[in-house]
């Protein structure tokens, strides 16, 4: 009976020392871990595989690292990259498809996710010009979809706006009240929200 207590009390002994020397090494697992996804992520950006970076960045993001300089360094720099490189020149498109790989990993981030934003809008405003009304609705409601931001809510305006005006044109007044009703609550610029006032008044006046 003896002999047994003694090996019990070996047993939790040694369990002890296991556990306390497991819990020693976390710390060290986890700063070796770091290292590692920085150096990762440094790599994926300077590649420019976003994909790659996409997911470090989640990473850091769900460790809490971001806010660290040396991870949220490197995130600017590759936001300011795929911004001089893609969206400044023009080629909204790219912008949009590298800023939709890392806000869709990652959309909590700011620097992504406002790139995805003004991608949309340059887009949606081509959209307009080109009087493809469905699609530059589309992109306004995929922006407002993300987050509420006035780039969003001024191009869903332009393009009601433009839909009242054909309405009226065509003499569908009741359609032109509809189109009113639906944009009339969205925060939206003063320009717009005059315009929509008169053309409101217009459609009134013709009924």
């Known amino acids: 009976m003896q ?28 700063d070796t871990r770091k290292e590692q996804v920085l150096v990762s992520l440094k790599s994926a950006a300077e590649a420019e595989d ?15 690292w971001n806010t660290e300089q040396d991870f949220e360094s490197i995130e600017s720099a590759s936001y300011v ?20 790989i890392v806000y869709t990993q990652v959309p909590q981030g700011w620097r992504f996710q406002y790139l995805r934003v003004l991608a949309l809008e340059k887009l949606g405003r081509m959209a307009l010009e080109q009087n493809n009304l469905a699609g530059a609705e589309e992109y306004a409601f995929t922006i407002l979809k993300m987050t509420f931001r006035p780039e969003g ?14 309405s009226l044109a065509a003499g569908n007044l009741q359609e032109a009240l509809n ?4 944009i009339k609550d969205f925060e939206i610029s003063d320009d717009r929200r005059a315009r929509l006032n008169e053309l409101m008044f217009n459609t009134v006046q013709y009924r």
């Open 153 to 166: 809510a001024n191009l869903l305006a332009d393009v009601y706006i433009q839909k009242i005006e054909e």
């Open 179 to 182: 189109q009113y009703a639906f």
């Open 81 to 100: 990259k795929a911004d001089q490189a893609y969206f400044i020149p023009g080629n909204y498109q790219k912008t949009l498809e590298i800023s939709t």
């Open 50 to 64: 976003y994909p790659a970076f996409a997911r470090y960045l989640k990473t850091a993001y769900e460790k809490g």
């Open 3 to 30: 002999k047994s207590l003694i090996i019990l009390l070996c047993f939790i002994l040694l369990l002890g020392a296991g556990l306390f020397f497991l819990l020693q090494q976390e710390p060290i697992e986890d």
